[in-house]
């Protein structure tokens, strides 16, 4: 008999390595991923844009009235085979992920009608199950009965030097300091916003990766998808 499909969700604190290992065992399962901070983090580059949001002012009211003209899609990249993202049509992928962007997304994603537009899209992702959706509220909002819950953690500390590495391999001019004082302002914004605040479903399984490899993480993942997907 063929497998039955499921939905993984996998939530978790900022820059835990929720979308590496999403990726890894949506390629494992042949499942789509999809990477919803990509998706707020597009919304956040339009506002920047447009200069709706700074370093010292947000116009929310100006982004929610302009809602209507955001679209974000996404498209395989045919070299790597994932998916990367589109807004109005322009592959926004690189710029999304800059220190800049990380900076005002939380505010961004604490706004009710732009979490409103992107979860109906989530949820229209997921119709047909065969996902791994990575995000902040995937198993407690997005689809509150996904199959298997994942909640992803490590140390601050620990979760800035990754994020430091990233960054800084990819030519980026940032200070270690800087990062780490991103990681723990987004977390706190994340966690005590009023919509869809940041915390694990109870039917999740918490993971601590802050002393495992992606090797070891990947295996401990793999079989509890296995499992879950033989049960259901
Ligand atoms: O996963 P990420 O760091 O790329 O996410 C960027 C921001 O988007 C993060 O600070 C919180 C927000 N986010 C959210 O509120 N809900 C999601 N499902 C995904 C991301």
Redesign the pocket.
């Known amino acids: 008999m063929k497998d039955k499909k499921i939905i993984i969700a996998i939530d978790g604190h900022?820059?835990t390595g929720?979308?590496t290992v999403a990726k890894q065992l949506a390629k494992a399962l042949k499942y789509i991923y999809v990477?919803?901070?990509?998706?707020?983090?597009a919304v956040a580059l339009y506002a920047m844009r447009q200069g709706f949001i700074n370093e010292s002012e947000f116009n929310q009211e100006e982004l929610e009235k302009n809602l209507s003209s955001i679209n974000i899609k996404f498209e395989i990249n045919a070299k790597t085979g994932l998916a990367e993202v589109l807004l109005n049509g322009e592959n926004v992928e690189n710029e999304i992920r800059t220190l800049r962007v990380?900076k005002h997304?939380?505010k961004i994603?604490a706004v009710s009608s732009v979490?409103k537009k992107l979860v109906e899209q989530q949820q229209r992702m997921g119709q047909d199950k065969g996902i791994v959706m990575?995000?902040?509220?995937?198993g407690t909002v997005?689809f509150p009965n996904a199959e298997l819950k994942l909640f992803m953690t490590a140390t601050a500390k620990d979760r800035a030097e990754r994020r430091f590495l990233e960054l800084t391999e990819k030519g980026e001019n940032v200070s270690y300091e800087d990062v780490l004082m991103n990681v723990v302002n987004?977390d706190h914004?994340?966690s005590t916003r009023k919509d869809?605040p940041?915390r694990k479903a109870g039917d999740a399984i918490k993971i601590d990766n802050s002393n495992l490899t992606l090797e070891q993480q990947f295996d401990q993942i793999f079989l509890l998808a296995e499992t879950t997907i033989k049960n259901s």
């Open positions: 900022s820059s929720k979308s990477d919803t901070g990509a998706m707020y983090r990380s997304v939380s994603a979490r990575d995000g902040r509220d995937i997005v987004r914004i994340d869809s940041l």
